[in-house]
Every structure is written in structure tokens, then in C-alpha cells.
């Protein structure tokens, strides 16, 4: 439970939120951003190491090519306008896992400005946040206080993630709901994914997020004083972290008490956030221009070459599929979530009759059962081809749904494709007009209420005479001809 449990609904109404997101993603570079040690996740400690990484005496940094190439990529993806020229920036701060004793950032010359991200807002209209900032920096290392077994005394470091190239994008404090930070985190990442710069993957670190938060009486238009939340690792925890901090700050402001600007600590544990420093005293970290780089030139000509990698993002896919394939927004949604899954439907809707039923098939017969199974839809037993059968087979009546239904559950019982199922079992039907139409009178005289809304208007009702008798003959009868006599029977 929260702190808010206790708050009345009305005070907090009383207040805006104002939010504000600075997220660090990890570049998928091979090497670090300044020297040729592998940038890999999970290694042996302090085996991706060197000089430049290190900031040993008298080495030098040299900017990786690829590095610029993604963030670049990012930076159009994400509306930015790239600044043709850019400086690398000392950040001066000691930290033991910082053994330079400063961080290569960008600082008052980014890469990056004046981009935004759009996320839905009420009644399907869109909400532009902006983006101030998209700038290139390395990692510093990691501090191991636990895992050992003298970790109670003692604090290990792994130097690995030193010389990271990580982008880190800056918000514009355009939030008003942490449900809002929510969406443009899904989306940020979505974008990032399908530019293949950053495999964002949180738990190993390689997307990270901190919030800067503050609350105002509504109507008022000055920015209330913001805290900065950091150690965010879900997007669970950074909407739970949000609405923990908006109710704090609106319960000290309605008990007559100021909020303090402050870094605040998520522990998702007891979820709460803690105060960590204060930052009247954070520490000024004497930016000057990296000595040892030339400014970042990005040539016209870059831009344009970079722009023409662009893949085709998120946003407009889905418009795209739904005017293409006759698809609900929702399912767009679902199979765009990531470019492989969206590459895949394509290519097999485009080879059905119906598109629209490779959709339905895959969404509902076939990513339910994968995750039951703890499988991705790469070790499907299914094929795409298999479920493009099952939708032209559908599509031609050739199969009843309950039958479609039997074939996919034997399909993933056996591990077997659905061609496979299909041509050993070949489910019988019912194409027997006469033998239908027995069924189908049985159904009407047992049913006089359901055929008197028929033909005082509700159409529909047809179904429910094709449901019945599809019972009656346990899915077996031959959908397109058992639809055209119910139809008949009802007119007549
Ligand atoms: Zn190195």
C-alpha cells in the first residue's frame, strides 16, 4: 500500500503532476564507445578492459564510428533536430567505479535537440512530449556489494561496463500522469528497438530511467520544486514509483509543509522512494571541453545516408497494417510490438486470402499457446505457412472453427506443423444438404422465440441456428453450405 492509501482522492486532484523522464540506453555497438574492448553484457569481471577505458595516464579516446551511426539513428527516429557540430564534455565526479575521475559526456553542445515522442491521449487524439535533448556519453563501471562472502565488509568492482556508449535522452517535463511516462517510455523503447540501436533490455542494465517529479495546485502555472527518482528498473516500478512521489509531495503541500529538491531512491521492496542527497549540495561537476576529442561534425551528407536506415517506425506501421489489412487498432498494436514478430505477420498475411484472419489465427490460436508453453513464435511448432492454411481453409469453408480449433490443439499437442495435422486427419464434414436441413428444422422448431426476433428484423440471429447445429453435429458441419440453408430456412 502506498502513502496515498491514506489521502483522500479529493486532495490529490487538487494538485498537477509535472514529469520529466532522462533515460540512458546502451548502444549495440560490438566495441566500447572509445576503444576496441567488447561491449557485452555478462562477461568475467574486469576482462573488457584497457588503458582508454580505464583512463590510465597518457591514453587516448577514439570515437567509435558505429556509435555516432546509432545515435544518430535514434536521434532521427525521434524528431531531433542533429547538430552538425557537437563537443565531448568532462564530467568531473569521484566514484569508485569511475577510476578516470570523470565521465566523456556532451554538455552544452549535444548531439541532439528538439524532439518529441507522440503518445495517445484521451479519445484516440495523440500528445506530443517533447524531447530537449538526445546526447552521447560512455558508462562508468559497477560497484558489486553483494554475491561474495565477505560482501558484508567489503564492496567489489567490475570496470566491464566502463567506456559503455550509452545516449541518454532528456524529456521535456511534459508528463501529467505517470500513466502518460508510461506510454512515452513503451514508445521510446519501441523506437529504439526497431532502429536495432539498443537492445533496451532493463534487467541487464541496458535501459535505464530516472524521473524528475513535482506537483502543482492546478491552475497555477508555475513548476512546483521537482525531485529527482532514480533507480527505476521496470516500467511497472517507474509508474509506481511516480504515483508514490506525486502523493508524497501533495500531502506535504496540502499539510502547509514545502517539498525539497532532493535525489530520491525507489526501493521496490517496500515500495516507497528514500531520500538520498540533497541537491542544494550535489556537487558541481566542472564541465569543461574533452581535451583529447575533436568536436563531433555530423556532415549533411551522414545525415542524409543515416536517414536512409531508417526503418519504418512503429507508429506509421500501424496505420499503415490497419488500412492494408483491415486489422483492429488493438491487434496492430499487438503484432507490431516488435519488428520480427510484424515482419513475420506480413509476410505470411500477404500470401492469404483474408489477411485479417492470419491476425486473428496468430493472436488467438497461436501466441497463447507459445506462451503456455514458454516458447517464442521462432520455435513454433506452427509455421506461418500452417497458419495461412488454417486461414484459407477457414476462408473456403473447408473447416468449421471448432474444427480449426481441434487442429491447432492437436498441432502443439503433437509439436507438430498444422499442414501435417490437417492432411493426416482431414476432419470429416457434413456437406449432406438434406441431412443439414433436418437438423436445421429440428433447431427452429425447438427455438420459436430466437426465429421470431429473425424475421421481425435482428438478422443476426442466423448465428445462433448455425451455433446450434454446429453442436448437433460437433462442429462437423460444412460452414459455408450449413450457412447458406439456415439462411434459406429462416427467409422461408
Ligand atoms: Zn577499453
Redesign the pocket.
Known sequence: MSAAASLAAGVLAKYEPVIGLEVHAQLLTAT?IF???ANKFGSEPNT???A??LGLPGALPVLNAKAVEFATLASLALHCTVNERSIFARKNYFYPDLPKGYQISQYDRPLAEHGWIEVPAAEGSGKRIGITRLHMEEDAGKSLHEGFSDSATRTYLDLNRC?TPLIEIVSEPDMRTPGEAFEYLTRLREILLYCGVSDCNMEEGSLRCDANVSVRPRGQEKFGTKAEVKNVNSFRFIRAALEYEIERQAEILESGGRVLQETRLWNADEGRTYSMRSKEQAHDYRYFPEPDLQPLIVSPQFLSETRKKLPELPEARRARMIAEYDLAAQDAQTLTASRAFADRFEAAAGRARTPRRVANLLLNEVVGRLKALGLELEQSPVSMAGIVLAADLLDEGKISSKQMKQLFDAAFEKSEDFATVYEREKPEQITDAAALEKLIDEAIAANPKQVEQYRSGKKTMAGFFVGQVMRATKGQANPALLNELVTKKLEG
Request: net charge positive; with cysteine.
Open positions: 566500447k576503444c576496441g574492448c573488457n578492459i584497457c582508454v577505458c567506456g
